[in-house]
């Protein structure tokens, strides 16, 4: 079939504390502070930090909610390790870097014949460095040099108790098609084989199912990229056809517009449409990061927001500029007719029950 799925999107995850979150991806994975802001759901301000490579392209965004509030439980129907591309050879040096931070997780491994090495968030969550070819420019720091640098994502590995529903939702829903078996892994790929176009199902029949709700120390869903709201709604209408009649209606997230269904097994699934200016609606491109951005709808609310949160100390690199000027109060341009449903918490009154707790 056809599909509309150009990719993953995006990746998110529920860490613990949110310093060590910054830490981990700025330090240890070199990844960019491309966004802060906050979670749009519920009346508790939590932090949604977004990381890329330096482009902050679709298909290198992974997002966090840190959310030491609760723990999650990782088990099957979820993502269970997130996968980037790094260049051919550099593995010698990841392996150096990762050991400096305690961060490795074994050796050198291998999967349908590409090279890795897995990596350990603080919060018990898995990344996986792999070798492969990707022309994407990475972000680059003191320690992590373009050479070596990530360059977005290569695939998302999904642990599920039973393939065949699984394989099925893939394929037939987001036009995906298999393309080999590797033990326990089966691989799915977009036609064409571009960047972020991988899904490994990683088949664990004894596992006991993962939690659903936000916790710390799971992958909360992944994204998958389509070119405009009209789309959204048609990717909406076939899932409803297939049977898949869960579907979300389309939600307003200010940098993109998504809707949501959960796969057979679990995994949540979001698909997603930017807005046309995407991540520069509230911040030029050399100031990506620099400063916690609120919609504009909870603009009214930052310093009750601001109350709440814990007080992070973000890289150099993503710290304000003397000339850096918000781009205050910016709405996106109306969709064509497309109702998008937005949450409009009080966090006022979230962030009071938040202390007298």
């Not at 990719?7 to 860490?15: A, D, M, N, S």
């Not at 997130?82 to 010698?92: A, C, F, I, N, W």
């Not at 320690?143 to 039973?162: I, K, N, P, T, Y």
């Not at 100031?287 to 930052?302: I, S």
Request: with cysteine; proline share 6%; glycine share 10%.
């Amino acid at each position: 079939m056809d599909t509309l799925v150009t990719g993953i999107h995006h990746i998110t995850l529920c860490p613990g504390a949110a310093q060590e979150d910054i830490d981990f991806f700025t330090q240890v994975l070199g990844q960019r502070l491309v966004k802060q802001t906050v979670l749009m759901d519920g009346s508790i301000p939590v932090y949604h930090f977004y990381y890329g490579n330096g482009d902050a392209e679709p298909g290198s965004i992974t997002t966090s909610f840190p959310y030491s509030r609760r723990s999650g439980r990782r088990g099957s129907g979820q993502v269970s390790v997130v996968s980037y591309s790094v260049p051919k050879g550099s593995l010698p040096f990841w392996l150096s870097h990762l050991e400096r931070y305690d961060a490795l997780e074994g050796g050198v491994q291998e999967r349908f014949g590409a090279s890795y090495v897995r990596v350990k968030h603080p919060a018990g969550l898995s990344f996986e460095l792999m070798e492969a070819e990707d022309p994407r420019r990475p972000w680059t720091t003191d320690a992590v040099s373009a050479d070596v640098g990530l360059r977005g994502f290569f695939a998302a590995v999904l642990s599920v108790r039973e393939i065949a529903e699984t394989e099925q939702f893939f394929v037939d829903a987001l036009g995906f098609r298999k393309i080999g078996v590797d033990g326990a892994y089966h691989r799915l790929s977009l036609p064409g084989g571009g960047p972020a176009g991988v899904i490994d199902l990683h088949h664990q029949p004894d596992r006991e199912p993962g939690s659903w709700t936000f916790g710390a120390g799971t992958f909360h869903h992944i994204a998958f990229g389509v070119e405009t709201d009209a789309q959204l709604i048609c990717q909406k209408a076939l899932y409803e056809e297939l049977g898949y009649t869960d579907a979300s209606e389309v939600k307003d997230r200010f940098y993109f517009h998504s809707m949501y269904v959960r796969a057979p097994g679990g995994v949540l699934v979001e698909c997603t449409a930017n807005v046309a200016e995407g991540f520069y609606l509230d911040e030029e491109p050399q100031d990506l990061g620099t400063r916690l951005n609120l919609p504009f709808w909870y603009e009214d609310q930052r310093e009750a927001i601001l109350a709440t949160l814990e007080p992070v100390i973000v890289p150099e690199a993503n710290r304000p500029r003397p000339r850096a000027v918000p781009v205050a109060h910016v709405q996106p341009r109306a969709t064509a007719g497309i109702p998008l449903s937005r949450t409009n918490a009080d966090f006022r009154r979230g962030a009071r029950a938040h202390f007298e707790h």
